[in-house]
């Protein structure tokens, strides 16, 4: 199994500029999320998602919009980006939210600049 | 509102204990975790705690008192590769919008 894949690894953006961000997950998992970590302020969450066609917005929404049209992907996309988009962006997925079978199973991170 | 509270950076012996302490301030609590960062990597889930007492999974040990909105993670026989970022995070009834990671604690041991 391949766990959580994030696509593409890096990427450098002009401002204004959009793009989608990809996330994949091979474990059935109902629950996908996606995170920005920033330097000294841990990862806070930008949206997710309780199951196929369901999103919800997390704690930092704004300037970012999401999709799950298969079980499997999460895209986070960003329409107008903006420097202080800049940031590492990580998915996660989780069998559930309830108990011990919430842990959450991270991607390697997409690192984003704005310029 | 609610907060999670962690030291910003913590230094240890090869081979001794250390202890990363985590407060909390909420309502409706669910569970506490922990997530261990290497530089450059993903966060990689340690352990959780739903009760109070104490967890244990090999050298690390994670402890909750729910009473005193309180945990710490308990990393025994340091090892070098154990020099990482830890989070603990914590999650409400109900709501995956709800899940608060903290700021991290930075671990550093030396020989």
């Known amino acids: 199994n391949a766990g959580v894949t994030q696509t593409p690894k890096f990427r450098v953006l002009k401002t204004g500029q959009s793009m989608t961000l990809l996330c994949a997950q091979d474990m059935n998992h109902e629950y996908m999320y996606w995170y920005r970590q920033d330097p000294g302020m841990g990862l806070r969450l930008i949206h997710y998602s309780v199951g196929e066609g369901t999103t919800a917005k997390g704690e930092v929404p704004d300037g970012y919009n999401v999709s799950r049209l298969k079980k499997q992907n999460f895209l986070l996309g960003l329409e107008s980006a903006a420097p202080s988009q800049t940031s590492v962006y990580f998915c996660?997925?989780?069998?559930?939210?309830?108990?011990?079978?919430?842990?959450?199973?991270f991607g390697p991170g997409t690192r984003l600049t704005v310029l | 509102g609610q907060s999670l509270e962690q030291p910003s950076e913590v230094t240890a012996v090869e081979g001794a204990i250390v202890q990363i302490n985590c407060t909390y301030q909420?309502?409706?609590?669910?569970?506490l975790s922990w997530y261990q960062q290497h530089d450059g990597g993903a966060p990689t889930f340690l352990s959780y705690n739903a009760l109070d007492g104490l967890e244990e999974t090999g050298r690390f040990s994670s402890f909750l008192s729910r009473s005193d909105s309180y945990g710490y993670l308990l990393l025994q026989e340091l090892q070098m590769k154990d020099s990482a970022s830890y989070f603990c995070?914590?999650?409400?009834?109900?709501?995956?919008?709800?899940?608060?990671f903290g700021s991290g604690t930075r671990l550093s041991i030396r020989p």
């Open positions: 995070a914590v999650s409400w009834y109900s709501s995956a919008s709800k899940i608060i």
């Open positions: 909420t309502s409706g609590f669910y569970g």
């Open positions: 996660a997925s989780s069998y559930s939210d309830r108990g011990d079978s919430d842990t959450q199973y």
